[in-house]
C-alpha cells in the first residue's frame, strides 16, 4: 500500500490549503483514511479522519470548524481542506490510513503512512 500525499505549501494566516492523498496497491473492502501532524518536539496528533464507505468521521477538537475531510470521486482518495489557518498549525501532515471500519483518533491504529507534506503558516 502507497500513500501519495500532495498539496502542502506556505500560506499567511486566516488564508487555506487544500490537502490530498491517494491511496493506492491495497485490496481495500473498507477504509479510514485522514491526517495527522506533527510538529519539532510533539507527538504527532490526529487532525481528521474519514471512513471512505460510511462517510463518518472524526476531527480533533482545535481543527472543528475550521478543517473539513472529504472523500473524493477516485476511490481511495481524501481531501482535507483547511481554512483559516493559524501559525500554530504549521507542521508536517500526514496522510494515513488502515483497513476496516473503525475510526481510531491513535496513530498506532494507522499501518499506512504517507511521506508528510509541510504545512507554513506565517503571521
Known amino acids: 500500500v502507497q500513500l501519495q500525499a500532495s498539496g502542502g505549501g506556505s500560506v499567511q494566516a486566516g488564508g487555506s490549503l487544500t490537502l490530498s492523498c491517494a491511496a493506492t496497491?491495497?485490496?481495500?473492502?473498507?477504509?479510514?483514511m485522514g491526517w495527522f501532524r506533527q510538529t519539532p518536539g510533539k507527538e504527532r496528533e490526529v487532525v481528521a479522519v474519514?471512513?471512505?464507505?460510511?462517510?463518518?468521521?472524526f476531527y480533533n477538537d482545535s481543527m472543528e470548524g475550521r478543517f473539513t475531510i472529504s472523500r473524493g470521486s477516485a476511490k481511495n482518495t481524501v481531501y482535507l481542506q483547511m481554512n483559516n489557518l493559524k501559525p500554530e498549525d504549521t507542521a508536517v501532515y500526514y496522510c494515513?490510513?488502515?483497513?476496516?471500519?473503525?475510526?481510531?483518533?491513535?496513530?498506532?491504529?494507522?499501518?499506512?503512512w504517507g511521506q508528510g507534506t509541510q504545512v507554513t503558516v506565517s503571521t
Open positions: 494515513v490510513a488502515k483497513e476496516g471500519r473503525y475510526i481510531s483518533d491513535s496513530r498506532f491504529g494507522y499501518p499506512y
Open positions: 496497491g491495497g485490496p481495500f473492502s473498507s477504509v479510514v
Open positions: 474519514i471512513n471512505l464507505n460510511e462517510g463518518s468521521t
